[in-house]
């Protein structure tokens, strides 16, 4: 089985500073991927980044980088230069191997609230 | 180039009756996944289909069934409705041999 453990129920930045969102996970998938989704209140759910389980470097995308510590079954999230409109919910969630069943399902954690101040 | 499309984006519904979401892939995409967030919570995996078929289920009762059509849209059916299947109802899909899935902005359904 697999669980995704986002401690954080809310966080506070100030604009232009940068925010780390803290993601564990636990699996015993040989390969997996984790993912992070943002959520504003409109409710759709916007694919952020993605970082492969042997994938050597951490992921950047943008504004956005992942930083994966495979040991320590982490994936935060790094936000840098925070704006307001990046306030919202945001979720990691990970997908398992097609050898271990999990195919294409994703499992979400519960989420942080990230609010930006001006 | 169209995203994930789900409609209708609101519905209110009573305890008993049966409710049908529909979702449209993004283009080039032929796998549809759906899911279930309860308010503060996570999104929770009901199904999900690719050539028409379901080919893997979260754990949900069969009161929840699916069906994909030829052009890859595919539809949610709830039977028998009960207070608790108020949420709000995402609908994914990715190309069967990548990772990511892209949502759509919801279907948010209210049982009273």
């Known amino acids: 089985a697999q669980k995704i453990t986002q401690t954080q129920p809310g966080m506070f930045v100030q604009e232009k500073e940068a925010v780390t969102l803290d993601c564990t996970y636990d699996t015993s998938d040989p390969s997996y991927g984790l993912f992070w989704y943002k959520q504003p209140s409109s409710g759709e759910m916007i694919f952020l980044i993605y970082?492969?389980?042997?994938?050597?470097q951490n992921a950047t995308e943008g504004r956005y980088s992942l930083n994966f510590q495979k040991a320590r079954k982490s994936a935060n999230l790094v936000i840098s230069a925070s704006q307001l409109g990046d306030s919202a919910m945001y979720f990691c969630?990970?997908?398992?191997?097609?050898?271990?069943?999990?195919?294409?399902?994703?499992?979400f954690g519960k989420g942080t609230l990230l609010t930006v101040n001006p | 180039d169209a995203g994930v499309t789900q409609s209708p984006t609101h519905l209110i519904k009573t305890r008993g009756q049966q409710v049908t979401l529909r979702c449209s892939p993004k283009?080039?995409?032929?796998?549809v996944s759906w899911y279930q967030q309860a308010l503060g919570q996570g999104p929770q995996f009901i199904f999900q289909?690719?050539?028409?078929?379901?080919?893997q289920r979260g754990n949900f009762p069969d009161r929840f069934s699916g069906h994909q059509f030829p052009n890859y849209s595919s539809e949610l059916n709830v039977n028998a409705l009960w207070l608790g299947d108020s949420a709000l109802y995402l609908c994914?899909?990715?190309?069967?041999?990548?990772?990511?899935?892209?949502f759509g902005a919801g279907t948010r359904l209210s049982v009273l």
């Open positions: 289909y690719y050539e028409e078929e379901e080919r």
């Open positions: 970082q492969g389980s042997y994938d050597q």
């Open positions: 994914a899909s990715s190309l069967r041999a990548k990772n990511i899935q892209y």
């Open positions: 283009s080039g995409h032929d796998t």
């Open positions: 969630a990970m997908r398992g191997s097609r050898s271990g069943g999990s195919n294409y399902k994703l499992t």
